[in-house]
């Protein structure tokens, strides 16, 4: 199960979050997964059994276990290859968000337009690699860049830059430039060749590091495109939660014979007609503990029911209308309970007070735009 999910939106924006992280007993379940294909994950916490493991966007694989022999890593190595051919087993959350491209697939649509350098990411990753900054001076020495010029270096590289259709970028990167190379785009810069990153006894040029860490992003002039971490991601947020709605529309027996939303009306009539939703809807809870019809006035619901054998309460919105897919006639039932999600929150004084001021009456519908008074038990 997972536990731990950070993800990078696929936007490159000032006004966005472009980072986002959660964390849960088990995030499958817990976790919002609407507009989840926006989103890139690039550090998984994981559960499988006793077994936590941790995945970068590095590809770094960590397993908490107790002191083994080198047999035992090659082993543990070998399985966990075989799990990444045979996509880990835990591909079905991960399905929820942005899907990965072919560099080439990308370029044949559209072009890089921004660039922008992760300085959070790697600021923290300076600072958990304790390492220095270093440039030469004119003398030919090496100088280290103190706390406020790592800053203000910092401000510089976190702004979001422009490409040009040639695939350059402006100042203060100096000189530089997209290169699309056969599998990845990375930048040329000549600042960022001439600071050097001191750390673990190695130097290493600022602009190898964030290659290295994969501390960039590109966007491309299609929105739905990012490239980060050394991979392509496309955005596939509503395509990823067609299943997901699917999976809540369950079709109940009797719908299909449904003619209108509460029948006919008739001053004496003690239940719904045969062929209303109002009936159907009766029908199916008719083993639930209790039934109020809510419909009309201050309502919360057409229907509000209590199921205490499986501690359920049930907000039930009906309409009725010809067979349609048509976008806008779901809206007219699902944008009702959102509209009353509030009433879910309700304490014994509120539905106290409903009893008393509305469900002990009989219903009163209307009917060729009349007012009936039944004798249909709210």
């Known amino acids: 199960m997972f536990q731990k999910i950070s993800t990078r939106t696929i936007t490159n924006s000032d006004k966005a979050i472009r980072n986002r992280s959660a964390e849960s007993a088990d995030l499958n379940g817990s976790f919002s997964t609407h507009a989840a294909g926006r989103s890139i994950p690039y550090y998984l916490k994981l559960r ?19 002191g083994v022999n080198f047999d035992e890593i090659a082993t543990w190595s070998y399985n966990q290859l075989c799990l990444i051919r045979q996509g880990g087993g835990v591909k079905d959350f991960l399905d929820y968000f ?7 697939e990308v370029l044949s649509c559209t072009v890089p337009n921004a660039f922008l350098i992760e300085s959070t990411s790697l600021y923290e990753k300076l600072q958990s690699e304790d390492a220095k900054l270093k440039y030469k ?30 695939l350059t970028i402006s100042a203060p990167l100096g000189k ?6 056969n599998k990845t785009l990375t930048i040329d810069s000549t600042i960022l060749k001439k600071i050097k990153v001191s750390y673990n006894a190695k130097d290493i040029t600022l602009q190898s590091f964030i290659f290295k860490n994969g501390l960039y992003s590109i966007t491309f002039a299609d929105p739905r ?7 392509c991601f496309e955005n596939s947020s509503g395509i990823s939660e067609i299943n997901n709605i699917l999976e809540m529309l369950v079709p109940k027996a009797n719908i299909q014979n449904v003619s209108s939303e509460k ?32 419909d009309l006035g201050n ?14 309460i049930c907000f039930i919105h009906s309409k009725h209308g010809d067979k349609s897919t048509s976008a806008s006639k779901l809206h007219d039932v699902v ?13 014994t004084s509120d539905f106290t007070d409903k009893i008393r001021s509305k469900l002990r009456k009989n219903y009163i519908g209307v009917y060729n735009k009349k007012s009936v008074s039944t004798k249909i038990k709210k």
């Open 48 to 66: 499988q059994g006793a077994i936590i493991k941790t995945i970068s966007g590095s590809g770094r694989l960590v397993e908490a276990s107790q």
């Open 98 to 104: 942005a899907k990965q491209k072919e560099l080439s």
């Open 137 to 166: 001076l004119p003398d030919g020495t090496e100088g280290i860049l103190n706390g406020k010029q790592v800053n203000r270096l910092l401000r510089k590289l976190e702004r979001v830059y422009e490409i040009k259709p040639d």
């Open 176 to 181: 530089a430039k997209i290169r699309i190379n």
């Open 225 to 231: 495109y990012m490239y980060f971490m050394g991979n």
């Open 263 to 294: 029948g006919i009306l008739l001053g004496g009539m003690t239940q719904f007609s045969n062929g209303s939703m109002f009936d159907v809807v009766e029908n199916i809870h008719s083993g639930d503990d209790y039934i109020f019809c809510d």
């Open 299 to 312: 309502e919360w619901a057409d229907h509000i029911t209590f199921n205490k054998s499986e501690s359920c």
């Open 335 to 347: 944008g009702q309970g959102i509209k009353n999600l509030g009433y879910m929150y309700f304490n």
